[in-house]
């Protein structure tokens, strides 16, 4: 949980090698953009402002955080996919290719649960992502691409102007929906 009047840590050793605060206000936000998304991804790279971010948290702040933008993809993939992006995502640590995740998906004991049960590889997940994971562009992640058998099902681009058109977009709408968590 984020508390009030904290900053939020965006230092590049920080976001490529763990979870902060501000992943965990991205994560937030692309999952309200994408309710219906069991998993919600995101590479640490994306995330440039290499610097604490103090509140109030503004556009601009944003805009420095997230230089790149991008589209939010959502898209159906088989469970054995899943743990092998959460398994390079996890090998990368240190570079832009660490995947921070919601906090619904747990690391324990060598293996991932979401809410509690174990990730099943014959097992549909919908998964949202930035639209850059999902080109294969990504450390590691190669095999991350649409046209990979075990991505069942690529929903359709989100119109401009939808949170999950950008992730700017879903961050800059989530604070403004959560407005008093993000203010002195």
């Known amino acids: 949980m984020i508390n ?10 920080e976001v490529r090698a763990r979870p902060t605060n501000l992943t965990r206000l991205i994560m937030s936000s692309i999952k309200d953009a994408a309710p219906q998304a069991d998993i919600v991804l995101m590479n640490g790279g994306s995330i440039r402002v290499d610097d604490v971010v103090q509140l109030p948290i ?15 993809s959502e898209a ?10 959460l398994e390079a995502g996890r090998k990368n640590i240190g570079i832009g290719g660490f995947l921070h995740y919601n ?23 919908r998964v949202a992502l930035p639209e850059f994971l999902l080109s294969g562009k990504e450390a590691n992640m190669e095999f ?10 690529v929903y359709p681009a989100a119109a401009k102007g939808e949170s999950l058109s950008d992730i700017r977009l879903a961050v800059v ?11 002195n």
Do not use: C
């Not at 556009?59 to 997230?66: M, V």
């Not at 991350?144 to 099902?153: A, F, I």
């Open 4 to 13: 009030k009047g904290e900053s939020y840590e965006g230092r590049e050793t």
């Open 58 to 72: 503004t556009q601009y702040d944003i805009l420095r955080a997230l230089p790149f933008g991008g589209a939010i």
């Open 76 to 85: 159906d993939m088989k469970g054995s996919l899943v743990i092998k992006l």
């Open 103 to 125: 906090e619904a998906l747990v690391f324990a004991a060598d293996k991932w649960s979401l809410n509690g049960q174990m990730i099943d590889p014959a097992k549909t997940y």
């Open 144 to 153: 991350l691409k649409t046209d990979n058998v075990e991505v069942v099902k």
């Open 173 to 183: 709408r989530y604070l403004e929906k959560n407005r008093t968590q993000f203010m």
